[in-house]
């Protein structure tokens, strides 16, 4: 099962990114724990400097910004056939 | 994924954490892929057209309103409609164009690099660099806090931090280029040095009175992250993101222009000449002050703001004032404020605001002085 994070504390981009990661997930049949990290402490712990930042199983792969669902996709993809080797 | 969009992908990759940020690096060379041929085509039609547009406007318009809507030339609602005509689609147009162009700036400029530039810049250089960086680099209020810790963590004084976070808001360019189409290049130009001055300035006073113990004390003990986040890009990757920065913003603000320039427009027709000049022109020597006060709590966009602050001007309102206003409203808002409350104990927001709102005072009163 995918972790998937989502950093930023209640910004509407990062409402907007949960939104489109939500959808992309279920596009995919994919499972994944979504988690919401509002916590400075908690999301300071990844070389962030803005919001919204995306971490799918502890790798940050975008910061500040929306990636598009083709980018989401091919992550979420990368990272279970990761852990399945 | 299709071929194009694999294509489109080579040259795009992520730095996992780890790596470590080198200082002054370079920007990535530029590789051209066979997509980039296409995007530079798709560019070039997009500024051909964007051109003719923008020079068949005032023509058009001026059929629309005179040949096609029938209204009088000397009649005072033909000429406002064709005002209200010509204005709206050329703000639009420059807005987009701005937003474009900039927006490609942009992806040479990230937080991360900015971080970069700045760190181990001594305080004088240091802010008039981050206040530079303030306007090129993206920035949302909404990222302040990560920002703000990411940059004193790493090193960056406290007063070269504060220059980049008073200039990033305060010189947008939604508020440029709403101040060139609507007043010309004299003024947009004089609110960008103004800014830059005030971001420097404020900065350098906050670093001067070594408020460090003011800073909320986890930023202190949180573990500096390792590495940093880099991605780098190829040329279709910037373009789409100028793009979609294009749609993002002018998405979000073309209603207010329209409003804007619609009350604008009925405020031309039906209040009297220099109505405001009592209470908000030179004389008044508390206009100043007042309408940054009035600044603080009113937060809105760039863009609702300008075409206001046009129709009070027209009423006799003067310059200094009108722009203290402004830089007010964008740059003191309340809830970035509550924001970086998370992050600045309240004796340090005080000195924020009080610092940043002095200066702007201060550049209202000389505006009035000498324009």
């Not at chain 1, 499972?31 to 199983?57: F, N, Q, R, W």
């Not at chain 2, 940043?356 to 000498?370: D, E, P, S």
């Amino acid at each position: 099962m995918l972790n998937i994070k989502i950093l930023g504390s209640g910004c509407a981009n990062c409402k907007r990114l949960e939104a489109v990661v939500q959808k992309v997930v279920a596009q995919k049949g994919m499972e994944a724990e979504i988690e919401k990290v509002t916590d400075y402490a908690e999301i300071m712990k990844y070389p962030i400097l803005s919001t919204p930042g995306l971490v799918i199983d502890g790798k940050l792969m975008q910061a500040g910004r929306i990636p598009s669902e083709t980018d989401i996709a091919r992550w979420l993809e990368q990272a279970s056939a990761q852990q399945s080797a | 994924m299709t071929a194009e969009e694999s294509r489109a992908r080579q040259g795009y990759r992520n730095i996992e954490q780890g790596e470590e940020i080198v200082e002054n690096q370079v920007v990535h060379p530029v590789k051209l892929h066979r997509s980039d041929g296409f995007a530079v085509l798709k560019i070039a039609i997009a500024a051909v057209v964007w051109w003719v547009a923008y020079s068949a406007l005032q023509p058009v318009t001026e059929w629309l309103a005179y040949d096609v809507i029938g209204l009088a030339r000397s009649s005072h609602l033909g000429q406002s409609v064709a005002f209200f005509l010509y204005d709206v689609p050329k703000i639009l147009l420059l807005l987009s164009g701005t937003i474009f162009l900039i927006g490609v700036v942009r992806t040479f400029f990230s937080p991360e690099r900015t971080r970069a530039l700045l760190g181990g810049k001594r305080q004088g250089i240091g802010n008039v660099l981050a206040a530079m960086l303030g306007i090129v680099t993206p920035f949302c209020s909404c990222s302040a806090v990560p920002l703000f810790i990411g940059f004193v963590e790493s090193g960056i004084p406290l007063g070269v931090t504060f220059s980049f976070l008073i200039a990033a808001p305060v010189i947008n360019e939604v508020a440029v280029v709403l101040l060139y189409g609507l007043f010309g290049w004299r003024i947009a130009g004089l609110y960008i040095a103004s800014g830059l001055t005030i971001a420097i300035v404020a900065g350098a006073i906050i670093g001067r009175l070594h408020m460090e113990r003011y800073v909320e004390d986890f930023v202190w003990q949180l573990p500096a992250a390792q590495g940093g986040f880099e991605e780098h890009l190829a040329w279709t990757d910037r373009i789409s993101r100028a793009w979609q920065s294009v749609k993002d913003i002018v998405g979000k603000v073309w209603l207010y222009v329209i409003a804007g320039i619609a009350v604008g427009a009925v405020i031309h027709g039906y209040v009297p000449e220099s109505a405001l000049a009592g209470i908000m022109g030179k004389q008044a020597w508390w206009s100043v002050p007042a309408a940054v006060l009035l600044g603080i709590p009113l937060y809105s966009n760039a863009a609702g703001v300008i075409p206001i602050v046009s129709a009070l001007m027209e009423k006799g309102a003067s310059l200094g004032t009108v722009l203290a206003f402004m830089m007010s409203v964008v740059g003191l808002s309340l809830p970035e404020m509550i924001i970086l409350r998370r992050v600045l104990k309240p004796q340090l927001i005080a000195v924020f605001i009080g610092t940043v709102g002095i200066a702007i005072i201060m550049t209202g009163y000389l505006f009035n002085l000498v324009l």
